[in-house]
């Protein structure tokens, strides 16, 4: 089983960018699909993006649509999630995710997550 890890959290300016990273241990991404979901404090976790295993498709929540781009590197078992133009509704844990299938989501590890915190 895929065991997944997030770093790259911290505290940022309101339009400033971050790079979230997602390394994968245990067994290789390359034939999972991996996904980024985030959860507010006292909301429900929430879906960010997805990325096929061979990088050719791709699927956003219409809330970060253009500013964040998920990005992995198979052979590194690495994923990532650039943030650009951050706001403070962007304040949230944010997780990594691995699913055996793109389009029937079924996430089969998760991290412990990893705060990203927006100031205005």
């Known amino acids: 089983q895929v065991q997944v890890e997030e770093s790259g959290g911290g505290l940022v300016q309101a339009g400033d960018s971050l790079r979230l990273s997602c390394a994968a241990s245990?067994?290789?991404?390359?034939?999972?699909?991996m996904g980024w979901f985030r959860q507010p404090t006292g909301k429900e976790r929430e879906f960010v993006g997805k990325i096929s295993w061979d990088i050719r498709v791709s699927d956003y929540a219409d809330s970060v649509k253009g500013r964040f781009t998920i990005s992995r590197d198979n052979p590194k078992n690495m994923v990532y999630l650039q943030m650009n133009n951050l706001k403070p509704e962007d304040t949230a844990v944010y997780f990594c995710?691995?699913?055996?299938?793109?389009?029937?989501?079924?996430?089969?590890?998760w991290g412990q997550g990893t705060h990203v915190t927006v100031s205005s």
């Open positions: 245990g067994q290789s991404i390359s034939s999972y699909a």
């Open positions: 995710a691995v699913s055996p299938t793109y389009y029937n989501w079924k996430p089969t590890s």
